[in-house]
Every structure is written in C-alpha cells, then in structure tokens.
C-alpha cells in the first residue's frame, strides 16, 4: 500500500507519511510509558529540573575529556541547539583546572551558502556560537589546541579523517521539529526515492556532507534563531553523518521542550524502543546504534493532547 504524501511538504519525507497506526500509539504514551521503553541499547533517563538538565549535559564534556591522553585522545561532538550547557562547560574546565591538551571537540554542522560553509563573522555560524559560548571563556593555560577542534568545511576530507584519528567518547545532539539529530533531515521525494523512501541500510552508509533542509527545518531556525526572517536562513547545511555518528561510542540526545514538542518526544522515543527505524524520521535510525540514551527535562515533555487554545 504507497505511503501517503506528507502534509508538511509534499515534495519530501517526513514523520507525517508514517503509517498511523505508529502515530496514534506515540501520541498516546504517558511519562511512565515512554521511561518503560527504555532497553538494552537505549536508556531513558528523567530529569526534573533545568538546572540539573544542563549540569548533566554539561558534564558529559568533562567525562569526555578527562579520558583524554597522550596516547588516547578522546573527544565529544557537540550541537547548537541546546547550547545552554556550552557556558557551564567552559566555567566546568575552568573551576576544575582541566588541560584540553588531549582532548578534542567536533562540531556536528554549518549552515552552506554559495556551495561552502558560511565564515565564523556570519551570525548564525555554528563554529562561531561555540567559540563564544564555550571554548573562548576556557583559560588559555587549559584551552583546547586549535588543531584538536573540528568543524565540518566544504572539503569534507580532513573532518571525517579526524574521527579515524580519536576516539569519540559521546555525540551529543538535539532533536528538531522534522525529528532530526543534526542536520541529517528527511530525504526529497524524488527519484527512485518517489514512492518510498531510502532504506535505513542506505541512510546508515552516508557520510559528512552538504545536504538540502527540509522547509520545516528552515523554519524552526528562522524561529528559534532568526527572529522569524526565514528569508535569511539557509536552505542547505553541512551535516556529520551516520558513518561518524556510528563511530561514536554513545549519542546522547538532549530534549529540552524548547526544540521539538510533545508529540515529537514521544514518537522518536517510541521507534527507537520498539526499533522501528525508517529514513522519514532520521532520529528512529539511532534504533540500530548500539549505545543511545535519551535525557527528558520532565516539564518539557509536556502532555499530547488535542484541544483548542
């Protein structure tokens, strides 16, 4: 039976031409029930106020970095969206008198203008948030060497030979309207991808690279990041991919309320319990990672009820 079109964009993939049957039992997971699905391989973990939300995450760098060695270097790839936690990172390393000598960071992605990554003097650049927010409020004495922070870039090469280099102790992420982690966004509705779409074998062998945003996706930053111009948020981004998220030795994915919303929450949460992963919705392939954990700020989670407003 062909999936129906999407009723966010007709010409895409997304969460909306699931079959409903998966869409009427998210929508009706309580708290308990979504916590009841965590498994081997997916842990749900419950926090109950903001502040230890973004303590923990926060501290997920420090246990990164202090594994960190000569011999061993280890490092974190970190998001934009939360970034609540980058400043207690920095004030972290800080208090505790941590050398970033061995220790490295990635950045997950970069907006793409004119077919290359947009400089760190735009104002939406991700490499630049991190800097300000995190790695430039780091004592010099402890700062993290240059050539240990790695940002996505049009040539993509020396980006993804860096996590063939270091271990990968954690990939952080966020989860976005259209159900993303990353910019790994749903696939275009064309080609030989018209009537269904990629299998999760296929998605799972892509790599770093310049990828098309899903209008929802375009959206949510002009919202959240733009004030509403949505005429100045790119349409294309440079994105890790499933080839290096699977080199990390747990993702750990951070839902605030603030990105996506109740029912969002609920379905990723549901398709990875249940390991139903399908290329529509990106975050429900992290069901085949051997290592994934889910962190909920409780109010966040909010109710999945219809009603008018």
């Keep these: 039976m062909a999936r129906p079109l999407s009723k966010l964009a007709p010409d895409w993939w997304d969460y909306t031409t699931l079959d409903k049957n998966i869409l009427r039992d998210a929508a009706k997971l309580s708290v308990k029930d979504m916590v009841a699905l965590s498994r081997p391989g997916f842990k749900i973990v419950i926090y109950e106020t903001l502040e230890d939300f973004y303590l923990a995450e926060a501290l997920e760098y420090i246990e990164a970095w202090r594994q960190a060695t000569a011999d061993e270097p280890v490092g974190i790839c970190g998001p934009i969206g939360p970034t609540e936690q980058l400043p207690l990172v920095a004030r972290l390393v800080n208090s505790l008198d941590l050398s970033l000598k061995y220790a490295h960071f990635w950045g997950m992605d970069e907006w793409v203008l004119d ?80 009537n269904h779409p990629p299998t999760p074998a296929e998605q799972l062998k892509l790599s770093t690279r310049i ?13 959240t990041s733009g004030g509403g111009r949505l005429d100045l948020v790119p349409t294309q981004a ?72």
Aim: glycine share 8%; charged share 25%.
């Design 238 to 309: 440079l994105t890790v991919g499933p080839a290096q998220t699977w080199k990390a030795e747990k993702v750990s994915i951070w839902h605030a309320g603030c990105h996506d919303n109740a029912f969002g929450q609920r379905l990723t949460t549901l398709m990875i319990g249940k390991k139903i992963p399908d290329a529509a919705v990106p975050m429900s392939l992290l069901a085949l990672h051997r290592n994934v954990q889910f962190n909920f700020y409780r109010r966040g989670i909010g109710e999945c009820s219809v009603e008018m407003h």
């Design 211 to 223: 990828v098309d945003l899903h209008p929802v996706t375009a959206m949510q930053n002009a919202r």
């Design 115 to 194: 077919g290359g990554e947009v400089p760190e003097s735009h104002p939406l650049s991700f490499a630049r948030c991190d800097r300000h927010l995190c790695f430039n409020r780091i004592r010099r004495d402890l700062a993290m060497p240059k050539q240990n922070m790695h940002f996505p870039r049009k040539d993509v090469r020396e980006y993804v030979k860096s996590w063939d280099r270091v271990r990968c102790a954690v990939m952080q992420g966020g989860q976005g309207d259209i159900k993303h982690w990353a910019f790994n966004d749903p696939p275009k509705r064309q080609g030989r991808y018209k």
